[in-house]
């Protein structure tokens, strides 16, 4: 093995304190082709090294004879390596043959454990179960565990720090069960939607769910149940949380916490939820430093448009589960729409932990498709600022972070860009951005009639020349991710603004009988697009292309079976409209269509 001297104690020192378990991967030369955060966390600036070079001289023949015989199987050894700090410390190697060929290669992936610091940590691991143990037990509450490895349920509580099973179950066989009506006076709808939680990994959600379901005597009324997801390196390990009694009501919970706050294709908050929740975390924040981050997949479009909307869909699934992996409990995840995903991170030591992150995500999401797509890598490109240092509101937080996304694009994509006022400049009015921010549900009804008046005056005397002013402010004051203007017989896209994907260029107007679903003002409001696939096959297929999962569309008839359509939507998330906003909606949308109408450069 290279060892001839086992007395290892010299080395104890070299510790800094932080226990190194981790994996990497390494291709073709021993470079580093990705790792998890450990894995950065122990090379460091070296991770630019082959990695034998990294190896104590001694130690090199036992590592290099460990990889010939890796076509053998798995491969273990000890040897002293290079940390950050260029000290050696003693690692515990596991290798295997991985499943990517990258340049030619067959790819290795390693797994290390610091051994100089497994019994100490196992000892104070210990000790702090044992403490959460007792503190459980005193809590008299009810938990529940959902195992993803062996699609196991299990609901309990501690009993003087000894945990007394209630309900288990494989998990599958409880919604058979659900299903079939045998569990009495169960509610389906909630418990499709608990399951629905727990399968697609969600992070953070409350439900009221009936407690026959699972005949746990202290819920036979019915509980509430507060969860969240645990992931590990290789994605979701347990679903967990806490079951309580609904003894008194609790309507009046944050937004961010309902049903609705989730994205339906990922499951992490929606662009409203996120919002709300990071608006509210800087409200509370004092000195307290939080990083925004806006995560765009580069070139995303071109994936869709190459392999197609189902592949697309599954690179945004991947992409926002390594993006929730690794931020873990250090900050809140959400969809903006889109390739869009934003992050608040909350619970970081330093900007060096930060980088760490980034370096983390930016390289599990390359490696996610390497070797996998010809010719073709998956990216991100990052936007990150910073509270307080460079602004204490949401809306200028939020440019300075979409400034730095577009810095990261023009650098090249496949980066982050920290925002630096002394590098970057300082925002000016060119360059804001135009997207909407999210920031509806904070804004009074005042605010609102007070633009709306303002915009309608706008457009009375400056027409069309001041569209793309009242659209930005339509787009940010209802919360709408894209607005589509459609005109003529045929239907066809004249204008929109959004990041929309797959965008309608000629809107099925004609599909059955869609236009009856109007009103007598021209409106017509839908909160959940899924329910137009019986009847409107046509209209549904167009809009699910184009992620709209909501809308509000004010038409302005032309007396010749045609006119002009102005669709407010909504992209992954549901969206219930105030009738006051609907109405503020219908105003200004009729305008426009007049305008429009009356026009003939669109």
Known sequence: MGVNNMDITGYRNNSDGKSHFGE?????????????????????????????????PEDQPSFFSAYEKLNEGEQDLIV?????????????????IGKRIIDGTESVEISFYDIMTIQGKFRHYMQNMNKYRRFLGLSNQVFYEYDYKNDELMVYRYNNAKNVMLFREKFADVERRVESGDTEHSDKAAFETFAECIRNGVDGF????????????????????NGGTIYSDDGKSLSVGVMKSTSRSHD?????????????????????????????????????????AIMDVDDFK?????????????????????IRSVVGQRGKVGRFGGDEFFVLFENILDEAELRRILKVITKHILWAYSGVIKDFAVTTSIGISKYPDDGTAYDELFKKADKSLYIAKAKGKNRYIIYDESKHGKLDASEESDRPLGISAVLSNEKKISMISELVLKLHSDGLAVLDEALAKLQEYFDVDGIAIYKGNGWKRVYSVGKYIGAIDNFPMYDGDYKSNFDESGVYSENNTRHLNTHYPMVYSALEKQETTA????????GNYGGVMISFDVFNRSSKRSESDRNYMTIAGRLICELVMNSDKL
């Open 24 to 56: 990497l991967s390494l291709k073709k030369g021993y470079i580093v082709a990705n790792g998890d955060e450990n894995a950065y966390y122990l090379l460091g600036a070296n991770s630019g090294y082959a990695f034998p070079e990294l190896i104590h």
């Open 80 to 96: 002293r390596f290079r940390n950050a700090n260029d000290k050696y410390v003693w690692l515990y190697i596991t290798m295997k």
């Open 206 to 225: 409350n439900l009221k769910l009936n407690g026959s379901i699972f005949g746990v005597p202290e819920l036979e009324s019915g509980f509430e149940v």
């Open 252 to 292: 009046d919970k944050a937004y961010y916490l309902t049903e609705a706050a989730r994205d339906s294709g990922t499951g992490l908050l929606n662009k409203r939820a996120i919002s709300e929740y990071t608006i509210e975390r800087i409200n509370a924040g004092g000195d307290k430093a939080m990083y925004l």
């Open 302 to 322: 071109r994936i869709n448009d190459t392999y197609g909307h189902m592949f697309g869909d599954q690179v945004l699934s991947k992409v926002s589960e390594i």
């Open 551 to 558: 809308f509000v569309q004010v038409w302005l008839d032309d």
